[in-house]
């Protein structure tokens, strides 16, 4: 009954299971990161406040240059919002998510400004890995007019909007992409 997922031969907790047995290991840190795919298409089911707020959680818990954090997201609920930032190509599934974040990076920040992009990276990471341990699927967006989010969702001029990532329960089991291998990846002393 709990088990509703199964990628990979691993088996994946939705939220509300999860939260009920969570005491209970299921999934070690290598399976949440080999069986996690991009997912495009969700069941239309809400993501619990408490699943959401472990999602976030993992994001605030983020490493960041010098701890300065200069991050913030914004959790877009409502239709026609999510509706305008589907209006691309590559982003259309938008529409279809329960909710969708919103990655934002302040480079002009003091000190670490420099390192926002990558503090604010680490942090949506964070959260597409939390959400998989939940049944959370999500998709990371790059396609999407940065001065026109900007303007929909208010934010500031300063700030960066560095990705978009809808979340919701995957509604479509996708096979492993093809990654390279180690070797064309690694080299080890010297770039070779
Ligand atoms: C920075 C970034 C931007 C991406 N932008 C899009 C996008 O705009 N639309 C989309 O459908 N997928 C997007 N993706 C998802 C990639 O296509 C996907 O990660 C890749 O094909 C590998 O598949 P996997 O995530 O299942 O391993 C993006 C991924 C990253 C990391």
Known sequence: MYLRNIYNGVMILTGVEY???K???VLDVMDVILSRRSIRQYEQKEIQTEVLNKILEAGRQAPSAANRQPIHFIVVTEDNIKKELS???FNRFIKDS???IVGCANTGARLTGKWSIVDTTIALQNMVIAAWTMGVGSCWIGDFKEEK???LLQIPNKWKVVALIP?????EQPKPKKKKPVTELVSFNKFS
């Open 149 to 151: 989010v900007k303007e």
């Open 87 to 89: 209006k691309g190509l």
């Open 98 to 100: 329960p909710l969708t």
């Open 167 to 171: 979340f919701g329960y995957p509604a």
């Open 23 to 25: 005491s209970v290991k």
């Open 19 to 21: 939260l009920n047995i």
